[in-house]
């Protein structure tokens, strides 16, 4: 290489490697921040190899990965040489058109398009749940194809033909020609498909959110549904380990390479290849081999025969055992084993949003036995018949809910729920930068003294929400004129928005980015644990605000009724509902929990204040301030006003 | 022996046929039936019109009101983001891929792994790292205020959405256009110098449209994801940037699925179009 080479090649790894850099820096972070440093530790490395969850989505990840590759590989360069063959023209081009669209489609269009097509399939065969392993993994095979064709085809075309010919002329039959002269040089494109669909499988978020199914739940999408709260090293902590993987594997191929000949140039002799060295090559193909096919033998014959409770919940919205919490997860199923006798195993799986979650379990693909949407979603699934009505006899432990959390608007017989967390949104600002006497209201986020530091949510109802309040109007109004002021307030606000956040927030508050943001009263305190030295953050409770609870509720379509209400039921013991109460960090409506003087010990006397400002007028101020359904048309209205702030 | 050629040929090509019939086709059956439908799966054609007349108003920069095309600006904001990105892409990646190819057997293989290794680590994860780097409190400032110089707003802006993009996207770019180049024979570009070209003429002449199918995957597996990609935008645009992923992604979430379609229609037979005029540009130039 000459030198301008050289210098070129390691910017460009520079350009690669810098964020690589910062995950690996920051994964040893004491503190949970991905942008301010506070001391290294190994914590989050144990927390890690605690993490059930998480690791059962690599596993996930990786079976998927696996199988997707070997499969889109074999079926992908056999296409190839079939293409490459084609003599019709015609033919030809309607194979190369048909394996470009996968490419051509954007991904998220290919997610929704299959997932349609296999609702539309599994109702008609009459399956309660469409889709499993196999709709995702089909869905990874089919967007990995094109890649490996497009990999293979070039080689083909690049390849003499007379060298099969001569094979055949010299005596061999086509298969062996094939198999002796084509393959090998074809062989480049083969393995770079391969890597590829590999790659694509492993780094896909759209595609396998819309076509995975019940539990099976894989890294991006675990990741992706964190956003409501917040990513933490620990993911940063797995990658770093990836990575090291990865280069110990690198130096290994590395050392073998060595200890073999080093052939010369890229020019034809390259593929005169000595006896020794083909024999490592197989030996190496049929390991690899037989550790791919062992490890999905494995994982599938691994997969539970117990009784599965599926949970449908938010991300990081349970107790986890992480931190050095109690995990109710595990805790739920030595209780279950204890009480009932029989095993059970918990399959559990994450949400971003209510919307999310509501256009997955509406469409059928999904089936689960617990769902925990909020207040406004669970009004609209009760009107739609999507929810049981509960049987109290199996959840004794409801004696424990609040007076005022129950009989409140969204279920007001307390048919269908029971209440899990509440919360609020309240402004929290950098006491260093912001000035207190502008501080009490929502007119602190349309100062213009503060220009460039303001975060606004990045959801439409929480946005609009916030100009609502600030104006004075109703939350749920069906007036599209209300929407319209409310739109004009956000519009006047935009110049002075530095961003337009939902986890970010956590960043961007923690190391000064920006000095005031409106966001849920309990991630407050997340964000006050990790600030940096030069940031003081604040928090208050406009008089206007959105109250919010999520609840439990059983789906029409749970599998087992009875196993899901006594996981409601241990969800309200005193062990489990503090742990939950405490790691979640919003308010809890189980008297259990706010009534516990331990409890209160670990929260701190801040806290404490924050979350259970006013319980005795919580049902009043919950019913005039809390978000309802809007009607299918008044979504509409406000999605395209939405658009309509963000396009500017 | 021709009899033996076809029935290899039909064997092996026959799964993916089935495969690509069942898998790829039938699929797109449905995004065209949701987007010619309405709620009631009545047959419409508002949700296409939508697209191209829906209307609205923004403030410019300087205060001036003006109505636009909804979902044209949108679309035209993300072709622009993202072609930005593919030639960014293309332009820093080509000289790597023919740096690589001409490079020694083991300085290949550990290069191409160098450049593969980001990729495996989740690009949700990566596009997070980045945010860590450029914002205005972040790394890059940091480093540049240390030195003295001043820092620099990147975070929110279109540049730092176009880093994004360069970066999750830019092994995709490179291993196409490398891989052809790998096997081009070293015989010719030897000739084409003695033949009296000079390194300039080489590149234009020989390298080039040898290595332009490389190039044409290149390009696609950058712009077809850059074009509809919203977590980028999310995260390193501040949230500002509303592009044609956020809109059908937006829909979807307000149970407009069919609207959704539409879009994601509408934006497919453009594409469609595109890589039919890119590749007949590509075959056009292989046979000269």
């Given at each position: 290489?000459?030198?301008?080479?050289?210098?070129?090649?390691?910017?460009?790894?520079?350009?690669?490697?810098?964020?690589?850099?910062?995950?690996?820096?920051?994964?040893?972070?004491?503190?949970?921040?991905?942008?301010?440093?506070?001391?290294?530790?190994?914590?989050?490395?144990?927390?890690?190899?605690?993490?059930?969850?998480?690791?059962?989505?690599?596993?996930?990840?990786?079976?998927?990965?696996?199988?997707?590759?070997?499969?889109?590989?074999?079926?992908?360069?056999?296409?190839?040489?079939?293409?490459?063959?084609?003599?019709?023209?015609?033919?030809?081009?309607?194979?190369?058109?048909?394996?470009?669209?996968?490419?051509?489609?954007?991904?998220?269009?290919?997610?929704?398009?299959?997932?349609?097509?296999?609702?539309?399939?599994?109702?008609?065969?009459?399956?309660?749940?469409?889709?499993?392993?196999?709709?995702?993994?089909?869905?990874?095979?089919?967007?990995?194809?094109?890649?490996?064709?497009?990999?293979?085809?070039?080689?083909?075309?690049?390849?003499?033909?007379?060298?099969?010919?001569?094979?055949?002329?010299?005596?061999?039959?086509?298969?062996?020609?094939?198999?002796?002269?084509?393959?090998?040089?074809?062989?480049?494109?083969?393995?770079?498909?391969?890597?590829?669909?590999?790659?694509?499988?492993?780094?896909?978020?759209?595609?396998?959110?819309?076509?995975?199914?019940?539990?099976?739940?894989?890294?991006?999408?675990?990741?992706?549904?964190?956003?409501?709260?917040?990513?933490?090293?620990?993911?940063?902590?797995?990658?770093?380990?990836?990575?090291?993987?990865?280069?110990?594997?690198?130096?290994?191929?590395?050392?073998?390479?060595?200890?073999?000949?080093?052939?010369?140039?890229?020019?034809?002799?390259?593929?005169?290849?000595?006896?020794?060295?083909?024999?490592?090559?197989?030996?190496?193909?049929?390991?690899?081999?037989?550790?791919?096919?062992?490890?999905?033998?494995?994982?599938?014959?691994?997969?539970p025969k117990k009784p599965v409770l599926?949970?449908?919940?938010?991300?990081?919205?349970?107790?986890?055992?992480?931190?050095?919490?109690?995990n109710a997860i595990k805790g739920f199923e030595t209780w279950y084993e204890e009480n009932y006798g029989s095993p059970v195993e918990i399959?559990?799986?994450?949400?971003?949003?209510?919307?999310?979650?509501?256009?997955?379990?509406?469409?059928?693909?999904?089936?689960?036995?617990?769902?925990?949407?909020?207040?406004?979603?669970?009004?609209?699934?009760?009107?739609?018949?999507?929810?049981?009505?509960?049987?109290?006899?199996?959840?004794?432990?409801?004696?424990?809910?609040?007076?005022?959390?129950?009989?409140?608007?969204?279920?007001?017989?307390?048919?269908?729920?029971?209440?899990?967390?509440?919360?609020?949104?309240?402004?929290?600002?950098?006491?260093?930068?912001?000035?207190?006497?502008?501080?009490?209201?929502?007119?602190?986020?349309?100062?213009?003294?503060?220009?460039?530091?303001?975060?606004?949510?990045?959801?439409?109802?929480?946005?609009?929400?916030?100009?609502?309040?600030?104006?004075?109007?109703?939350?749920?109004?069906?007036?599209?004129?209300?929407?319209?002021?409310?739109?004009?307030?956000?519009?006047?606000?935009?110049?002075?928005?530095?961003?337009?956040?939902?986890?970010?927030?956590?960043?961007?508050?923690?190391?000064?980015?920006?000095?005031?943001?409106?966001?849920?009263?309990?991630?407050?305190?997340?964000?006050?644990?990790?600030?940096?030295?030069?940031?003081?953050?604040?928090?208050?409770?406009?008089?206007?605000?959105?109250?919010?609870?999520?609840?439990?509720?059983?789906?029409?379509?749970?599998?087992n009724?009875e196993l899901?209400?006594a996981f409601?039921n241990y969800?309200?013991e005193?062990e489990p509902?503090?742990?939950?109460?405490?790691?979640?960090?919003?308010?809890?409506?189980?008297?259990?929990?706010?009534?516990?003087?331990?409890?209160?010990?670990?929260?701190?006397?801040?806290?404490?204040?924050?979350?259970?400002?006013?319980?005795?007028?919580?049902?009043?101020?919950?019913?005039?301030?809390?978000?309802?359904?809007?009607?299918?048309?008044?979504?509409?209205?406000?999605?395209?006003?939405?658009?309509?702030?963000?396009?500017? | 022996?021709?009899?033996?050629?076809?029935?290899?040929?039909?064997?092996?090509?026959?799964?993916?046929?089935?495969?690509?019939?069942?898998?790829?086709?039938?699929?797109?059956?449905?995004?065209?039936?949701?987007?010619?439908?309405?709620?009631?799966?009545?047959?419409?054609?508002?949700?296409?019109?939508?697209?191209?007349?829906?209307?609205?108003?923004?403030?410019?920069?300087?205060?001036?009101?003006?109505?636009?095309?909804?979902?044209?600006?949108?679309?035209?904001?993300?072709?622009?983001?993202?072609?930005?990105?593919?030639?960014?892409?293309?332009?820093?990646?080509?000289?790597?891929?023919?740096?690589?190819?001409?490079?020694?057997?083991?300085?290949?293989?550990?290069?191409?792994?160098?450049?593969?290794?980001?990729?495996?680590?989740?690009?949700?994860?990566?596009?997070?790292?980045?945010?860590?780097?450029?914002?205005?409190?972040?790394?890059?400032?940091?480093?540049?205020?240390?030195?003295?110089?001043?820092?620099?707003?990147?975070?929110?802006?279109?540049?730092?959405?176009?880093?994004?993009?360069?970066?999750?996207?830019?092994?995709?770019?490179?291993?196409?256009?490398?891989?052809?180049?790998?096997?081009?024979?070293?015989?010719?570009?030897?000739?084409?110098?003695?033949?009296?070209?000079?390194?300039?003429?080489?590149?234009?002449?020989?390298?080039?449209?040898?290595?332009?199918?490389?190039?044409?995957?290149?390009?696609?597996?950058?712009?077809?994801?850059?074009?509809?990609?919203?977590?980028?935008?999310?995260?390193?645009?501040?949230?500002?940037?509303?592009?044609?992923?956020?809109?059908?992604?937006?829909?979807?979430?307000?149970?407009?699925?069919?609207?959704?379609?539409?879009?994601?229609?509408?934006?497919?037979?453009?594409?469609?179009?595109?890589?039919?005029?890119?590749?007949?540009?590509?075959?056009?130039?292989?046979?000269?």
């Amino acid at each position: 290489m000459k030198p301008a080479a050289k210098i070129y090649t390691a910017v460009i790894l520079l350009f690669l490697f810098a964020p690589i850099v910062i995950l690996l820096v920051f994964s040893f972070n004491a503190s949970k921040s991905l942008s301010v440093m506070s001391g290294s530790s190994l914590y989050w490395y144990r927390e890690l190899f605690r993490d059930a969850e998480t690791l059962g989505a690599v596993r996930n990840t990786l079976l998927l990965a696996i199988s997707a590759a070997l499969i889109s590989t074999v079926m992908g360069t056999a296409a190839a040489v079939g293409i490459h063959r084609l003599r019709s023209k015609y033919l030809r081009a309607a194979m190369d058109t048909v394996t470009n669209i996968p490419m051509i489609n954007p991904d998220i269009i290919t997610g929704i398009s299959l997932m349609l097509m296999f609702v539309f399939v599994g109702r008609l065969f009459g399956a309660a749940t469409s889709l499993n392993f196999a709709t995702i993994l089909i869905a990874h095979i089919t967007f990995c194809l094109p890649y490996v064709i497009l990999q293979v085809l070039p080689k083909l075309q690049q390849m003499d033909t007379s060298l099969p010919e001569a094979a055949m002329d010299l005596g061999c039959t086509p298969m062996r020609a094939f198999l002796k002269v084509e393959i090998p040089e074809i062989m480049p494109g083969i393995v770079t498909g391969l890597i590829m669909a590999f790659t694509l499988s492993l780094d896909d978020f759209v595609i396998s959110y819309f076509t995975s199914g019940n539990g099976f739940e894989t890294l991006p999408i675990r990741i992706y549904n964190m956003t409501k709260k917040t990513v933490t090293p620990k993911m940063y902590a797995l990658s770093t380990i990836i990575f090291f993987v990865i280069l110990a594997l690198l130096i290994m191929s590395n050392l073998i390479d060595t200890a073999a000949p080093v052939v010369e140039k890229p020019t034809r002799e390259r593929k005169i290849r000595t006896a020794a060295q083909k024999r490592r090559i197989r030996l190496a193909g049929a390991i690899g081999a037989v550790l791919a096919v062992s490890f999905i033998v494995v994982m599938i014959a691994g997969a539970p025969k117990k009784p599965v409770l599926n949970v449908y919940n938010w991300g990081e919205y349970i107790s986890d055992g992480s931190e050095d919490s109690f995990n109710a997860i595990k805790g739920f199923e030595t209780w279950y084993e204890e009480n009932y006798g029989s095993p059970v195993e918990i399959n559990y799986s994450t949400f971003a949003s209510n919307e999310d979650m509501y256009a997955k379990l509406s469409s059928g693909a999904v089936s689960y036995d617990v769902v925990i949407p909020s207040d406004y979603m669970i009004a609209r699934m009760a009107d739609e018949g999507m929810l049981l009505p509960l049987n109290f006899d199996n959840i004794p432990n409801y004696q424990y809910i609040g007076e005022n959390f129950r009989g409140l608007y969204y279920d007001p017989e307390d048919l269908y729920s029971v209440p899990y967390t509440y919360s609020f949104v309240g402004v929290i600002w950098d006491a260093n930068r912001v000035d207190e006497a502008d501080t009490g209201d929502w007119d602190l986020m349309w100062n213009s003294k503060y220009a460039g530091d303001i975060l606004q949510f990045n959801n439409s109802r929480d946005a609009f929400a916030t100009a609502q309040y600030k104006l004075g109007l109703d939350v749920n109004s069906a007036d599209r004129e209300d929407w319209n002021l409310a739109l004009q307030e956000l519009k006047l606000q935009q110049p002075l928005v530095k961003s337009y956040v939902m986890d970010e927030i956590y960043n961007m508050m923690e190391s000064g980015e920006a000095a005031i943001a409106a966001y849920y009263a309990g991630d407050y305190f997340t964000m006050l644990d990790a600030e940096a030295d030069d940031v003081d953050l604040r928090f208050y409770m406009p008089e206007q605000t959105n109250y919010f609870i999520d609840a439990m509720c059983i789906p029409s379509c749970c599998q087992n009724k009875e196993l899901a209400e006594a996981f409601i039921n241990y969800m309200l013991e005193e062990e489990p509902a503090i742990a939950n109460a405490e790691y979640i960090c919003y308010g809890c409506p189980n008297s259990l929990v706010y009534e516990s003087e331990e409890y209160a010990e670990d929260m701190g006397e801040e806290a404490m204040e924050i979350l259970y400002p006013d319980l005795e007028h919580f049902s009043e101020l919950y019913n005039s301030f809390a978000y309802r359904n809007l009607s299918p048309d008044m979504l509409g209205y406000v999605n395209s006003l939405w658009e309509e702030l963000k396009i500017n | 022996m021709k009899k033996n050629n076809t029935l290899l040929q039909r064997l092996v090509i026959a799964p993916y046929s089935f495969w690509a019939l069942l898998f790829i086709v039938v699929p797109l059956f449905f995004v065209a039936y949701y987007a010619f439908t309405d709620s009631g799966f009545h047959f419409t054609t508002e949700n296409i019109t939508r697209f191209f007349t829906a209307r609205s108003s923004i403030t410019g920069d300087d205060g001036t009101v003006r109505e636009v095309y909804t979902y044209l600006l949108i679309f035209w904001r993300s072709l622009k983001l993202a072609l930005i990105s593919t030639v960014i892409c293309l332009l820093l990646g080509y000289p790597i891929a023919y740096i690589l190819s001409r490079a020694s057997d083991r300085t290949q293989k550990i290069l191409i792994t160098l450049i593969m290794i980001p990729m495996w680590m989740n690009f949700l994860i990566r596009t997070y790292a980045w945010m860590t780097i450029l914002q205005d409190t972040g790394i890059l400032n940091g480093l540049l205020k240390s030195v003295g110089l001043r820092p620099l707003h990147i975070i929110g802006t279109e540049t730092a959405v176009v880093i994004g993009m360069v970066y999750d996207y830019f092994p995709y770019m490179i291993l196409p256009i490398y891989s052809v180049m790998a096997k081009m024979d070293i015989k010719l570009l030897e000739a084409a110098r003695d033949l009296g070209c000079n390194s300039f003429g080489v590149l234009r002449r020989v390298i080039f449209p040898l290595s332009l199918p490389g190039v044409i995957s290149g390009i696609t597996m950058v712009l077809i994801p850059s074009i509809s990609t919203f977590y980028i935008s999310q995260k390193l645009g501040n949230g500002k940037f509303y592009l044609i992923g956020d809109a059908i992604e937006g829909q979807y979430v307000a149970n407009n699925l069919h609207f959704a379609a539409a879009i994601a229609f509408i934006l497919m037979i453009v594409l469609l179009v595109c890589m039919a005029f890119m590749q007949r540009y590509a075959n056009s130039k292989a046979v000269a």
